[in-house]
């Protein structure tokens, strides 16, 4: 649960985030909070939500973090606001400034999607949720089945799999690439649901291609195919 607060000495606003211990030890959500606040406290950027403050009483635990208003991208989806090339390109921009500075951190997001892009009053987008991200260290790979799976990358899957040799940053611009598609056209690039089995996808990934919308430049084309 999330609730708006004011520090009275410097009248600033924040977003505070509190969970109930019990609910977090019955989900088995204690290792996944402890690693978001883990991470939260060794990380600032500006296209991140940051952590300021965290405490807990008996009963919850708190995190207080920017005060962001602008609403999630899921949302303004959800609202079919038609989003523009340049607003897109903006949004890609800020996202691989944020995901350039997380690798700088040895830290994988693993859910980089809509619902984690919250934006600010003046538009600028910030990536939050670091409930799932992971800290590898140099030489390491990933190898957990971790992430939303419409913006999984098609390595996450192998590696879960068929034992693989893992997974590492670059699954993060994956998911980028796939969320920047869906702002653009209204749908993801492949028809993924939550329910799909691993091994249909891997198959999906090997048969489908990507289709591009006539109406986009080339340059957008070619930049979500670096992506």
Not at 36 to 64: A, G, K, R, T
Not at 114 to 120: E, F, H, K, S, V
Not at 132 to 160: C, N, Q, V, W
Not at 171 to 188: I, K, N, P, Q
Request: aromatic share 12%; glycine share 4%; proline share 2%.
């Amino acid at each position: 649960q999330v609730c708006i607060v004011q520090k009275r000495d410097t009248e600033k606003m924040y977003a505070m985030k509190y969970m109930n211990k019990q609910q977090c030890i019955e989900r088995d959500e204690v290792r996944n909070v402890f690693r978001e606040l883990e991470i939260l406290q060794e990380i600032e950027h500006v296209f991140l939500v940051n952590l300021w403050y965290s405490f807990q009483d008996e009963e919850d635990m708190f995190m207080v973090v920017d005060l962001l208003l602008g609403g999630d991208l899921r949302y303004h989806l959800q609202q079919n606001v038609q989003f523009t090339e340049e607003t897109v390109k903006l949004y890609i921009c800020e996202m691989a400034l944020a995901l350039d500075y997380l690798r700088s951190q040895h830290i994988i997001h693993r859910d980089v999607k809509p619902d984690n892009i919250l934006l600010d009053e003046q538009g600028h987008a910030h990536l939050t949720d670091f409930n799932i991200a992971t800290i590898i260290r140099d030489g390491e790979r990933a190898t957990a089945l971790a992430g939303t799976k419409p913006y999984m990358a098609p390595e996450i899957f192998h590696s879960f799999l068929n034992g693989g040799t893992g997974y590492s940053f670059e699954v993060d611009w994956w998911s980028l690439g796939v969320m920047a598609y869906e702002l653009l056209r209204g749908w993801r690039p492949y028809d993924i649901h939550s329910s799909n089995p691993v091994e249909s996808l891997v198959q999906l990934f090997s048969t489908v291609s990507v289709q591009y919308s006539s109406s986009w430049s080339k340059e957008m084309v070619a930049l979500l195919r670096k992506v």
